[in-house]
T-cell receptor, first 110, second 114 residues
Framework: SQQGEEDPQALSIQEGENATMNCSYK?????LQWYRQNSGRGLVHLIL?????REKHSGRLRVTLDTSKKSSSLLITASRAADTASYFC??????????FGAGTRLTVKP | DVKVTQSSRYLVKRTGEKVFLECVQD?????MFWYRQDPGLGLRLIYF???????EKGDIPEGYSVSREKKERFSLILESASTNQTSMYLC?????????????FGPGTRLTVL
């Protein structure tokens, strides 16, 4: 069964704007990961945040984690057309029980 | 860089056929996974393996089996393909379970069962 649920399901923005995607989950986790998938391809790992961390940065990506609310957000700043993809959160209990959500489809218009 | 390869990008089979999907990783990872991806449902775990000859069922193992005879290779087998198994199949590997390890995915196999 799915653990993470992304919100919104789809997001369309202009190049240069920021994009925020949210993920909610139901049970306790060891870490939460965000992945990106270009159309028809495999997933690529973007960033991992552990359960004892609250915020993490990687380039134009910023991830937050609120374990009390069981939610995470992925912020992409200064978006580019090349950021167009689907983004998935995955919750990891640390024992190979890793669950993915249905994803947010991001479209960045040039 | 880790490389995960899958034997086919596109595959068309007939109902009742036995189907083999192969996945190979080149970084000596312990853990390997098979998912299927369907619109609106995200990725669902079919099976995973944490060691050679070891396997565990995921959320949707019915109609599938797996084989891991060598560390680098994890095969997904559809014993008798059915139309509801038409899907995108993704293989992934990970060094170990735990708080520091991400999964590396193959490019996917889009299977159509007629």
């Amino acid at each position: 069964s799915q653990q993470g649920e992304e919100d919104p399901q789809a997001l369309s923005i202009q190049e240069g704007e920021n994009a925020t995607m949210n993920c909610s989950y139901k049970t306790s986790i060891n870490n939460l990961q965000w992945y990106r998938q270009n159309s028809g391809r495999g997933l690529v790992h973007l960033i991992l945040i552990r359960s004892n961390e609250r915020e993490k940065h990687s380039g134009r990506l910023r991830v937050t984690l609120d374990t009390s609310k069981k939610s995470s957000s992925l912020l992409i700043t200064a978006s580019r057309a090349a950021d167009t993809a689907s983004y998935f959160c995955a919750t990891d209990k640390g024992n190979n029980d890793m669950r993915f959500g249905a994803g947010t489809r991001l479209t960045v218009k040039p | 860089d880790v490389k995960v390869t899958q034997s086919s990008r596109y595959l068309v089979k007939r109902t009742g056929e036995k189907v083999f999907l192969e996945c190979v990783q080149d970084m000596d990872h312990e853990n390997m996974f098979w998912y299927r991806q369907d619109p609106g449902l995200g990725l669902r775990l079919i099976y995973f393996s944490y060691d050679v000859k070891m396997k565990e069922k995921g959320d949707i193992p019915e109609g599938y089996s797996v084989s891991r005879e060598k560390k680098e290779r994890f095969s997904l087998i559809l014993e008798s393909a059915s139309t509801n198994q038409t899907s995108m199949y993704l293989c992934a590997s990970r060094l170990l379970a735990g708080a520091r390890y991400e999964q590396f995915f193959g490019p996917g196999t889009r299977l159509t069962v007629l």
